[in-house]
Nanobody
Framework: QVQLVESGGGLVQPGGSLRLSCAASGRRFSINAMGWYRQAPGKQRELVAS???????NYADSVKGRFTISRDNAKNTVYLRMNSLKPEDTAVYYC?????????WGQGTQVTVSS
């Protein structure tokens, strides 16, 4: 069974940091570009960051300079380092291939930024 399992979310104060992890199992994802997505209450899911197989990264304007996506192909894992978190970053965060594939959506990990 192919799975992407997100972890590392939690409650953090504004200005704080978190590192999210996405562990893949069932197949190797080193051949895929990968992305982190998020969905806030009442909003559509959006792409936050992506990374190609070669390591080229792209970010949504709202997180540029604050978030860093990386990957460890040996561990079949993708990370999202989030610094200077803002209340508007509150959302459920998901990883998936980029472009996303329906069958790989997991449960996500909740990130709440609040004082």
């Amino acid at each position: 069974q192919v799975q992407l399992v997100e972890s590392g979310g939690g409650l953090v104060q504004p200005g704080g940091s978190l590192r999210l992890s996405c562990a893949a199992s069932g197949r190797r994802f080193s051949i895929n570009a990968m992305g982190w997505y998020r969905q806030a209450p009442g909003k559509q899911r959006e792409l936050v960051a992506s990374i190609t197989t070669g390591g080229t990264t792209n970010y949504a304007d709202s997180v540029k300079g604050r978030f860093t996506i990386s990957r460890d192909n040996a561990k079949n894992t993708v990370y999202l380092r989030m610094n200077s978190l803002k209340p508007e970053d509150t959302a459920v965060y998901y990883c998936n291939t980029y472009p996303s594939q329906y069958e790989y959506w997991g449960q996500g990990t909740q990130v709440t930024v609040s004082s």
